[in-house]
């Protein structure tokens, strides 16, 4: 543990230096009222990245004394670089930075009749390289590029450089994104748009295609191609915001994967939204939001570089895209000023259902004596969920992420990957691996430390107790469950975290409190239900998590009015997605002007727009009613929600739980009757004690705290 106090030092300093959503800190020197300030528009000064940055400086009490001077990067003049703003400040991007730190000055020189001495402003930045990384620790190497498969040609570089590519498409008259061959040509059937701020333009949007931080980014925006973009001018298609979008998955890494989370979507783009996002930022080319963070910082540093300064910056993604939202958000606070996270999950670590599905799938599919006799609405009760389906799905689509033998991407080769024989070294293909940098590795296996743990978990216990399975079922499912050995294979034995994982999955916020940056973000939660519908049967996306974030913001914050949820069937999902839309911009803008006293929690909830409640549509129709924790209603009604396989254990539903503490066994318990047999049985299967949930976890403990820093 001596590695992980050492490090801590520097996450504790890390996180005070930026304060709680710092994305503005200001470098400045001088006294008085005349002394100018200067501040990095585009990014963190301590995060710059690719040798540039956008510089605004400001005298406020005698805007034209701006042109009296002198800015000085390391001693030389740049004061070319910048330009006089319509509101007095001046502008200017800053080339030439060396890696690491760099010092720029912007010195009034007292020239003219009455003016004080000189004084100065310093700006200190660090400047890293445009591959990456600047806090999400070591990358992974090997590395594998996807350029080729990305359109962008054969990598320059073992960090998958490229060169950036620049296209238009436009929307027709028909409602269709089409090809626009040459910029210069407006075509016959090109549609109009109205953005967001009342302007009317041609609907031709500018799709730029690049590398930053070894993910293949993509930016689209609405743009006159007769002029190249530029952070000094007024972009008449840009509505001045900036949604940020995520794709969904979970996976091992070590590939610079393909897609994104989505840019050329009509109902951002149409309203004047520019869209970004990377192939980093889609947790299945990336299952570490602490890189996702990373990536989006540098990727909105550029796009601040090439259009200005976004007002403020929404995340938009399902799934996957939605736990990196809600870790962004929570832990790197200030990337994402506002979230809509579809189809959400709280976290990807406390998904413990993910590997108990493979156990319980695999013991109803045991041959017949051990798991006869079970009826579908027996295996649905045991697992929790509406319907077993979902369960199985879990098993099949996303438990072998779990195995180091099993999920490797096609982007890495055989002869990387690992095996415990031929190749021990190699890449071992488990979502763990991805965040070895916050779990640490085992030295004498080099397998990321887990913490995951089913000691004493007893399954389908609700079940039970409730008289949906019968006592021997219980007993020959739990005695039969099993657990994982390090490799991710099942095996007869329960799993038993490893107490080193445990401490660092909650101290590096892998476990997702919702009290850290979370607290003071608008949260809008968007879900298309399929836990029970047609033609799913059930589906992994269960409506549940959505409520065990709500749980985690009530019991860290005291309140959960800062998140809001909009359910629909597939007929009301579009109606859905533009109402998330419209009410998270009323959101921001409300924010955005409120220079009123108290906390940035408190701005958040007094400006949550009055129309914007929890909702569900019935096709067409909305239903506007609180949905509480959990609750009834209509909307209940119509989209009922269920539990998963450790809340029907006896979890409360914050799920927050590695490794829970254990108590004797008490037949007194359990309200049913057992043989003697059937007791001797469950002696065996749990010689140590069964979960008391009554009680925190084994060494639960709050995170360090937010931007933590990893190293290069």
């Known amino acids: 543990m001596i590695g992980l106090r050492t490090r801590r030092a520097r996450f504790v300093a890390t996180a005070a230096a930026i304060v709680a959503a710092g994305l503005l800190p200001v470098g400045a020197g001088g006294a008085g009222s005349s002394a100018p300030t200067i501040e990095a528009l585009s990014t963190l000064p301590q995060y710059v990245s690719g040798g540039d940055v956008l510089v605004e400086i400001r005298l406020h009490d005698d805007a034209a004394s701006l042109k009296h001077l002198r800015i000085e990067l390391h001693g030389e003049d740049v004061s070319a670089s910048f330009r006089r703003m319509p509101d007095g400040s001046l502008r200017g991007l800053v080339e030439g930075l060396e890696l690491g730190e760099n010092e720029l000055v912007a010195r009034a020189n007292g020239k003219g009749r009455g003016r004080p001495p000189g004084r100065s402003a310093t700006l200190r930045v660090v400047n890293h390289p445009i591959s990456g990384p600047m806090f999400s620790g070591p990358q992974q190497e090997p590395f594998f590029c996807e350029t080729v498969q990305n359109g962008l040609g054969p990598a320059l570089d073992a960090d998958c450089s490229a060169p950036t590519q620049v296209r238009y498409v436009y929307r027709t008259t028909a409602g269709a994104f089409a090809a626009l061959a040459d910029p210069a040509v407006r075509p016959a059937d090109l549609a109009q748009t109205t953005t967001l701020d009342g302007r009317t333009v041609g609907y031709i949007v500018r799709i730029e295609k690049g590398v930053i931080d070894r993910a293949v980014y993509e930016i689209a925006a609405l743009h006159d191609p007769a002029a190249p973009p530029s952070p000094f001018t007024d972009e008449p298609g840009w509505n001045g915001r900036l949604v940020y979008t995520f794709g969904g998955g979970c996976n091992v890494g070590y590939h610079q994967g393909q897609g994104n989370g989505g840019v050329v979507t009509d109902l951002f783009l149409a309203r004047g939204y520019a869209v970004a996002s990377s192939s980093l930022n889609v ?116 438990a072998s992420r779990t195995n180091a033998l099993e999920a490797c991407p096609t982007a890495v080769p055989v002869a990387a990957r690992y095996d415990p024989v031929t190749n021990p070294g190699g890449i071992k293909c488990t979502s763990f691996e991805q965040i070895a940098t916050q779990l640490g590795r085992n030295p004498a296996n080099g397998f990321a430390w887990r913490p995951l743990d089913n000691i004493g978990l007893q399954y389908g216990l609700e079940a039970l107790q409730a008289g949906a399975i019968t006592p021997e079922q219980f007993v020959s499912l739990n005695e039969n469950a099993g657990g994982y050995d390090v490799i991710g294979n099942v095996i007869p034995q329960r799993v038993a975290a490893d107490p080193i994982g445990i401490v660092r999955g909650y101290e590096t916020g892998r476990v997702n409190t919702g009290g850290l940056g979370l607290a003071s973000t608008p949260i809008i939660d968007l879900r298309q239900y399929t836990d029970f519908a047609p033609p799913f049967g059930g589906d992994i996306h269960t409506r549940v998590h959505s409520f065990v974030m709500r749980q985690r913001l009530q019991d860290a914050n005291g309140t959960y009015a800062n998140q809001v949820m909009l359910v629909s069937n597939a007929a009301g999902a579009g109606l859905a997605s533009a109402e998330a839309l419209t009410q998270m911009e009323a959101w921001l803008a409300g924010i955005h002007a409120d220079d009123g006293l108290g906390s940035a929690a408190e701005r958040v909830i007094r400006n949550r727009p009055v129309a914007l409640t929890d909702a569900c549509w019935n096709g067409a129709t909305k239903i506007a009613e609180p949905f509480g924790i959990l609750g009834g209603g209509t909307c209940a009604g119509l989209y009922p929600t269920f539990a998963e396989t450790r809340m029907v254990a006896g979890s409360p539903l914050a799920s927050t739980i590695f490794k829970c503490q254990l108590k004797p066994l008490n037949f007194a318990d359990y309200g049913v009757t057992f043989t003697a047999a059937q007791q001797a049985r469950l002696q065996t299967t749990f010689p140590t004690g069964v979960c008391d949930w009554s009680k925190p976890g084994v060494d639960e403990r709050p995170p360090l705290g937010v931007w933590l820093d990893y190293g290069p």
């Not at 990373?294 to 570089?305: C, G, I, S």
């Not at 995340?315 to 958000?329: D, F, K, M």
């Not at 990337?335 to 319980?360: E, H, M, Y």
Request: with cysteine.
């Open 283 to 398: 947790y299945d080319n990336n299952c570490s939001e602490v890189i996702s963070a990373e990536v989006a910082l540098m990727v909105k540093e550029h796009f601040a570089e090439l259009y200005g300064k976004p007002r403020y910056t929404i995340g938009w993604g399902g799934s996957g895209g939605a736990i990196q939202q809600h870790l962004i958000g929570n832990n790197y606070p200030g990337i994402l000023d506002g979230i809509v996270p579809g189809a959400s999950f709280q976290d990807s670590i406390t998904l413990g259902t993910v590997p108990d599905c493979r156990l319980l799938s695999l013991y109803f599919a045991s041959p017949a004596g051990i798991a006869a006799g079970w009826t579908a609405a027996q295996r649905a009760a045991a697992s929790g969920f509406g319907s077993f389906t979902s369960c199985n799905l879990w098993h099949l689509a996303f």
